[in-house]
């Protein structure tokens, strides 16, 4: 990234995703499949790709902390 760069991120791919959230490339790969975290499956045929919205992870994660918080996991 570009510390100059004062345009915000709108999506991150895969890998990016899994580092910001502190788990495995596969766990990630596991909550998408199973429908868990938010992304949007972008492109066609061999170009078809996964992003993650990086609001809806930060919205997704403060969910999880606070279901967390109040005793129940998601």
């Known amino acids: 990234m570009d510390p ?16 910001a959230l502190g788990i495995s490339a ?6 998408t499949k199973s429908g868990l975290v938010p992304c949007c499956r972008v ?3 061999k170009r078809k790709t996964t992003l993650y919205p990086a609001a809806e992870l930060r919205a997704w994660l403060s969910r999880q902390a606070a279901a967390e918080e109040r005793g129940g996991a998601q």
């Open 4 to 19: 100059t760069n004062t345009t915000p991120t709108l999506a991150l791919r895969p890998r990016e995703a899994a580092k």
């Open 26 to 31: 596969r766990t990630l790969w596991t909550w």
């Open 43 to 45: 492109g066609s045929g």
